[in-house]
């Protein structure tokens, strides 16, 4: 796969969580801000000023604590790898 342009495709589903009584919606976008957060705390991202999350994910530590993270929460993400 080398020198070819390539997508990442993140596939996720998520449902209500009867045992936390957790709405999905709270466990994708607030488990991921809480993950964004501590991986700022632990100097994993460091970048100045505005940063969309295209940014987070040009840095594989980034994405591997984002997504291990989430895991660790139930929260799982399939991903697929093309080439464009």
Excluded: W
Excluded at 13 to 37: C, H, N, W
Excluded at 59 to 65: G, I, P, R, S
């Amino acid at each position: 796969m080398d020198d070819q342009n390539l997508r990442y495709v993140y596939d996720m589903m998520d449902r209500y969580d009867p045992e936390t009584k957790t709405q999905s919606m709270a466990r994708t976008t607030g488990y991921t801000a809480t993950k964004a957060i501590r991986m700022l705390v632990r100097g994993l991202f460091d970048q100045k000023g505005i940063s969309p999350p295209e940014f987070i994910g040009k840095n594989e530590k980034c994405v591997a604590f984002m997504l291990n993270g989430l895991a660790e929460q139930g929260v799982i993400y399939q991903r697929k790898i093309e080439v464009i």
